[in-house]
T-cell receptor, first 111, second 115 residues
């Protein structure tokens, strides 16, 4: 069936380091892809999205490109900050508007 | 609008008791979703409504679970005869249906602990 596989954590980085969190999907069609973030004590928030191949979603310095050839949507940020510490979820919408989530990656940034 | 609101935020109940959670979506949103999240996992889809109609239920939703959205506004999720395995975070989300561009907005969740 359709699914999302996400890089397992936790991930610990120093401030200003480069971040990559891997996400791949399996699907019979072409889903819309999302990254959600959950800050401590808060609900899930949409970070960025892409709805078709080669689209790049971006927000708050984070970017992810929809790669049809590798079925991937990896999250990247060039220079992370302590305030980026959170749990990040990759998700897909396979056309029926309900989301399928990965298992989440806990990111901790140390000063 | 203050976003999606869920009540209560925390619920501790004894095994075998019934519990009910409430979700108030963003007012103009026609779709409302329930998800369940267990520790170390991503949210898993349970069910969703378009207006007052329940359009899909996951196989995860046993017959002890029932959800309603009586007037197409707020929704309730009831769990009857709770079991320890029901302990989880229950998340509600709402959206304005836009196909592939649909953005779901999540509440902060209700954490259920069954003892």
């Amino acid at each position: 069936g359709d699914s999302v596989t996400q890089m397992e954590g936790p991930v610990t980085l120093s401030e200003e380091a480069f971040l990559t969190i891997n996400c791949t999907y399996t699907a019979t069609g072409y889903p819309s892809l999302f990254w959600y973030v959950q800050y401590p004590g808060e609900g899930l928030q949409l970070l960025l999205k892409a709805t078709k191949a080669d689209d790049k979603g971006s927000n708050k310095g984070f970017e992810a490109t929809y790669r049809k050839e590798t079925t991937s949507f990896h999250l990247e940020k060039g220079s992370v900050q302590v305030s980026d510490s959170a749990v990040y979820f990759c998700a897909s919408n396979f056309g029926n508007e309900k989301l399928t989530f990965g298992t989440g990656t806990r990111l901790t940034i140390i000063p | 609008d203050t976003g999606v609101s869920q009540n209560p935020r925390h619920k501790i109940t004894k095994r075998g008791q019934n519990v009910t959670f409430r979700c108030d979506p963003i007012s103009e949103h026609n779709r409302l979703y329930w998800y369940r999240q267990t520790l170390g996992q991503g949210p898993e889809f349970l069910t969703y409504f378009q207006n007052e109609a329940q359009l899909e239920k996951s196989r995860l939703l046993s017959d002890r679970f029932s959800a309603e959205r009586p007037k197409g506004s707020f929704s309730t999720l009831e769990i009857q005869r709770t079991e320890q395995g029901d302990s989880a975070m229950y998340l509600c989300a709402s959206s304005l249906s836009q196909g592939r561009n649909t953005e779901a907005f999540f509440g902060q969740g209700t954490r259920l602990t069954v003892v």
